[in-house]
């Protein structure tokens, strides 16, 4: 990715990742209640360290937010979403392929596994909420 910064339309990077379980449940977090947009769901994910591509920083997140190795499998999209307390963001959302170890909330309010249909009856960050009808479109759920 270019060097954009210092430029007025710099996003700062952002990865989300969908990860399935075998029941073909998504697993959704909740953010801490104290924090930045506290109590909103969100997929997992996270920054993009300078130098590091997306699937890695998606691996390094899930490591450190819910303790499992998790691999993603596909971009399924890629948006732009301002928040007037972030600014602008670039967010890529990926399917990951599987995932070792059982989740543990290590930052979170909670996280749990939702089936899909019952992901939109979340109070969901307003970007993934916007794109859920999209991602859903794209997921593949066996």
């Known amino acids: 990715?270019?060097?954009?910064?210092?430029?007025?339309?710099?996003?700062?990077?952002?990865?989300?990742?969908?990860?399935?379980?075998?029941?073909?449940?998504?697993?959704?977090?909740?953010?801490a209640l104290t924090g930045r947009q506290g109590g909103k769901w969100e997929f997992p994910g996270g920054k993009v360290e300078a130098g590091e591509?997306?699937?890695?920083?998606?691996?390094?997140?899930?490591?450190?937010?819910?303790?499992?190795r998790a691999w993603p499998e596909r971009l399924l999209l890629r948006i732009r979403h301002h928040y007037p307390e972030t600014g602008l963001l670039e967010l890529a959302f990926y399917q990951m392929v599987g995932f070792t170890g059982t989740p543990v909330n290590r930052v979170f309010e909670q996280i749990r596994w939702v089936?899909?249909?019952?992901?939109?009856?979340?109070?969901?960050?307003?970007?993934?909420?916007?794109?859920w009808p999209e991602l859903f479109a794209a997921l593949r759920v066996k």
């Open 115 to 131: 089936v899909p249909s019952a992901v939109p009856s979340f109070d969901l960050l307003e970007a993934d909420r916007r794109v």
């Open 53 to 68: 591509s997306e699937t890695a920083a998606l691996t390094r997140e899930f490591q450190e937010e819910l303790c499992i």
């Open 1 to 31: 990715m270019a060097d954009t910064s210092g430029q007025e339309n710099a996003a700062q990077l952002i990865v989300g990742g969908l990860l399935l379980n075998p029941a073909g449940e998504i697993l959704l977090c909740q953010r």
